[in-house]
């Protein structure tokens, strides 16, 4: 098995290589459906007994109520306090940076007025209510807590209830200050399916939410799914991928360890590497086989790299581009020479990281931007998550008397050519002369 | 049976009343599911060849190939001419309303730049093609086309390619004339299952798409629902609602024939009135008794009023707000003096119409803003569709030389507290002084 895959655009079955690289399909398993199907239907129609129950089954955690679940504020403060200085100084400090991003990404309401006194806008909301999943265990990232619940604080979100699984009632201190610092507003420690269905339909201690957002394993996924209508959900995640184009005059060491932030997050990310410069390429590849080595996170890097990893000779940069918009990879690096010529040409990526100096990794925690971003090529058609993703806007429609004689008309004659006849009366009701709804010829 | 319920909010059981009137379950056929996975999957591997034989099957129509279910533009131009000059003339009105409003709603890029020179932003983009489902026979509306295809055109979508079945061959002359109003740029005549999996997947001779948009029967939405992910879609729409708010001035005749308006669309449409004034709401009722037998579709009107619709009389008009608040409406009526006072209380609908001469059928065919609404509830976490819809965002991340250093230790001491460690040493790698990679106490 090679270190990593090597692959020429000028081969001639290299579009097919390419396909059969990218290619992922995201498994259902039949059984974690199931199961996911009866555990909320019995949270809906038991409420609070069976989210107990579920939580004793599969966490280990005996609670009378869920009151005895609440993770209380003080808890979350007194973590924040217990965290060394430069730990606590760099979570605030990434997120004030997440914040600040943010902000500019605000909605407002707007209106204009028509010269006979109609008045059309948009209106612009905040989400009541949000629900934000945070994984146990080892998968329990602050950073990802930032990157969630600081866009619906600033949307204005009144309420953001953190629900966090807690087996055998080990709760990490460093989530918990992170929900401090980004400004939580309840949290209980309860997970799994049970924790989506308690969120989503609401039962007497836990009030439905508007949106569950966050991400979580399978059964987490599959719940999400199952309740997406009921409430909105963010997108479900694929495996995590970087896409490097390079001019080859960055140093090799520092895009071999891009390639590797990317590989470390687990055995399906992708990290993929295209270059004109054959000669960038060989140095590439032997400091991946230099460095690797010296990873804590070796063998998931390894297996990784080995069977979704590649790098790509591309014939020039123009060539790399058009790549990058077909694969449409969730960060794209632009490691180039002026990057903003380059970045003109990308019409889909979840985040563009322009310049030698700009890893992936300063993006993840704390440049600003959000860290949550479209994967397996719904670049295409998404968004990373936002402020927007916490906002919704309402249509305002005030047709002033006069309006309603030119627009009344109008929606009269389109309404009879569709067969809708109540339509068509509702306008003609507002003419001064309802007797002559016609548009005269 | 009765015409229309008739509730009062200070009756004890008012809160189940209105609850168990509200109640909808959108029912998920097995039949349905299996018969749309199974056209799916045929699409997906055969190609052009599956597309045939179903449209064969199930439409009646014989063709060789694409080619031959193409619809060609010089037809839609030909409908365009043969439409009276009323109804051409009202169709290109409301188009161009409809294109002025959503123009409001075109997002653009930006960027800042941080004093270290660091710049971030978002980069807007347009989607690159976009699949219109427009349904075949006499729920095909041209109204809802312009709707849908506009705000596409308006985004900057390159390619708009609407599918729709044509059984035995018949094509609706005001669809067509309405794709070329709007700016269609593509039309085939297939319809169903099978050109939902056409679009996703894309076949010889149809390019697979971004994103699908449009309504459709109940195969169309489970092989949307399964293509999700694949390509982003629209919202599955449930049946549509109307909620007015009255302060019991409007004539009575008015409000009754806005709530048929809604009634008319189908027997599962929902349309109710909260007002305070009790001899208004009988006012309607003898409205609705009078004018339902005038109506051509006095059936389905009586149908839809008798088992879901409803007049409820209020305490007062903040009581009500907050009634429309809880029922988060598809299209919400404030017909009253001074309504902006009440829509600022109003935070879930999906479109709001403001004072008396504002029928919804005004908004539906021509006002500007979009009729494709959220509806059962969804108003709590979405929007209107909109030129939103058709562009989506790339975060942008230049960090300088300067930022590098500051940012770098950033990340290096988060990346550090979640034991990723090539995401640290990616950010050390471009320290200037690799070897002192910690913030300093």
Known sequence: MSLIHKLDTRSDDFRHQLTTLLAFEASEDASIEHAVTDILLDVRSRGDAAVLEYTRRFDRLKADNIEALEIPRSEWLAALDALPAAQRTALESAADRIRRYHERQLMQTWTYTEPDGTVLGQKVTALDRVGLYVPGGKAAYPSSLLMNAVPAKVAGVAEVVMVTPTPDGVRNPLVLAAAA?????????????????????G?????????IVGPGNAYVAAAKRRVYGTVGIDMIAGPSEILVICDGKTPADWIAMDLFSQAEHDELAQAILLCPDAGFIAE??????????????????????????ALILVKDLEEACAIANDIAPEHLEISTENPDRWADLIRHAGAIFLGRHSSESIGDYCAGPNHVLPTSRTARFSSPLGVYDFQKRSSLINVSPAGAQTLGRLASELAHGEGLQAHARSAEFRLDDPARPSTPD
Chains 1, 2 share one sequence.
């Open 284 to 309: 590439v590849e032997a400091a991946i086989a230099r460095l690797l080595p010296t990873m804590p996170r070796a063998e998931i890097i390894r297996t990784s790299l080995s069977n979704r990893g």
């Open 181 to 201: 610092i980004a400004g939580v507003d309840r949290a209980i420690a309860i997970g799994g399916a049970q924790a989506v269905g308690a969120l989503a339909y």
């Open 203 to 211: 039962t007497a201690s836990i009030a439905a939410v508007d949106k």
